[in-house]
């Protein structure tokens, strides 16, 4: 019986939550361990778990990984979400790393002070609609394709929902010039292992609150 991937963060969104994406996509089961408490971020230090001393950790196929984009990379290839060959891959990097930079925007918001926070939150629609979304609109139409690359599921796919999902929790009427991304994201929510992911009870996390934010300031220290 294959062991099921474990994750090491904290009980919220964060940088782990696009791995959580992947692994439900692909139909994976995981287990988690949220970090609470600075004596189990301390301990995997020492147990030299934490290559870099940082979290997202996911122990997977007999290793330990860390980096969250080395963790992505190696999810997308190994459940076939990664394009058939090097060109496509290439452009589903170019894909993710773009929607990654736009979630980053409202990831690092919570720990803002409250004008701040409001003010990055404010950038991000503003730059998920006049500079990230547009590009995905064009993406779809001159590709024809029910995907952003090739003609099947893929990593950035995924992560383009991801990122629309969370722009639309600061700001719901975020796609209305957006048709084709508006169709996108019914059609890949509707892919079942991810509509599953949707669905309340799912190890999908809710927006960050403070206890989230008090827990990880306590655990890192900052």
């Known amino acids: 019986m294959e062991v099921k991937p474990k994750l090491y963060y904290f009980q919220g ?4 939550e696009s791995i959580r994406w992947l692994l439900a996509t692909a139909g994976v089961e995981f287990e988690e361990e949220f970090l609470e408490t600075r004596e189990q971020y301390e301990k995997l230090q020492k147990d030299g778990c934490l290559l870099f001393g940082q979290v997202p950790l ?3 196929d007999g290793m330990l990984l860390t980096q969250t984009r080395a963790i992505l990379s190696y999810l997308a290839a ?3 979400l990664y394009g058939k060959d090097l060109k496509e891959r290439v452009r589903i990097d170019m894909y993710a790393d773009g929607t990654q930079d736009l979630m980053m925007m409202i990831i690092g918001a919570p720990f803002k002070a409250p004008q701040e926070k409001e003010e990055s939150l404010a950038l991000a629609v503003k730059r998920a609609k006049n500079r990230y979304f547009p590009v995905f609109e064009k993406i779809l139409k001159d590709h024809g394709e029910a995907f952003l690359v090739g003609n099947q599921l893929s990593w950035a796919d995924i992560q383009l929902l991801e990122a629309i999902l ?13 048709p084709l991304l508006q169709a996108f994201k019914t059609r890949i929510s509707n892919i079942p292992t991810i509509k599953k992911f949707l669905q309340p009870g799912s190890q999908r996390k809710p927006p960050p609150d403070g206890h989230y934010v008090d827990v990880v300031r306590t655990v890192l220290k900052f």
């Open 58 to 60: 996911v122990e997977i």
């Open 78 to 80: 190994k459940y076939n």
């Open 13 to 16: 969104r964060g940088r782990m």
């Open 166 to 178: 969370m722009v639309e929790e600061v700001s719901a009427p975020v796609l209305s010039d957006f």
